[in-house]
T-cell receptor, first 119, second 113 residues
């Protein structure tokens, strides 16, 4: 398997622009997670889906962030409008979700991340 | 307040030596604890996952321990290799559903020859 695929790998944009990050989970996995990592705050869970349904979005920082999972093989994280403080590495991860909608002890497999820079 | 603290913040050791990384948490109710290895510029890779009832789990040269009474965990690396140079992140899940993840800031390990 190719693992979790994220695109783009790098994104540079100007403040106020819309940014869309994309993720293709590992085939057969039914849980998908979006994370953000910065030097100051470390890793943070933003939102996760189980069977394409958002289970917990309490980590989404504000209304400028939205995530969708239209099918089992694709998810997007959108920031509109973007701000310089959104600059971070955004990771997508997937797991087999054997524990059901609450991921408990499932192993998560991370993608390579998208490095976002908002000028 | 749910918190995860890791120590040391950074560590330098010689190739072949052993080392131990610490993770202390104040998370309740506890669900499980994970250790991840993150190489520079890459996504984290899961090393171990331990529930309340487990006190030791190994993955090759990596051995994690958990003391749920003192709320402490350690990650022991045996016979370190240059490829062990990375950031090691401790993550604790709160509540039975495990939906709340509390992340440590990580320990940066450098293994030199």
């Amino acid at each position: 398997d190719a693992g979790v695929i994220q695109s783009p790998r790098h994104e540079v944009t100007e403040m106020g622009q819309e940014v869309t990050l994309r993720c293709k989970p590992i085939s057969g996995h039914n849980s998908l997670f979006w994370y953000r990592q910065t030097m100051m705050r470390g890793l943070e869970l933003l939102i996760y889906f189980n069977n394409n349904v958002p289970i917990d979005d309490s980590g989404m920082p504000e209304d400028r962030f939205s995530a969708k999972m239209p099918n089992a093989s694709f998810s997007t994280l959108k920031i509109q409008p973007s701000e310089p403080r959104d600059s971070a590495v955004y990771f997508c991860a997937s797991s087999s979700g054997l524990a059901g909608p609450y991921f408990s002890t499932d192993t998560q497999y991370f993608g390579p991340g998208t490095r976002l820079t908002v000028l | 307040k749910n918190q995860v603290e890791q120590s040391p913040q950074s560590l330098i050791i010689l190739e072949g030596k052993n080392c131990t990384l610490q993770c202390n948490y104040t998370v309740s109710p506890f669900s499980n604890l994970r250790w991840y290895k993150q190489d520079t510029g890459r996504g984290p890779v899961s090393l171990t996952i331990m529930t309340f009832s487990e006190n030791t789990k190994s993955n090759g040269r990596y051995t994690a321990t958990l003391d749920a009474d003192t709320k402490q965990s350690s990650l022991h690396i045996t016979a370190s290799q240059l490829s062990d140079s990375a950031s090691y992140i401790c993550v604790v899940s709160a509540n039975q559903a495990g939906t709340a993840l509390i992340f440590g800031k990580g320990t940066t390990l450098s293994v030199s020859s």
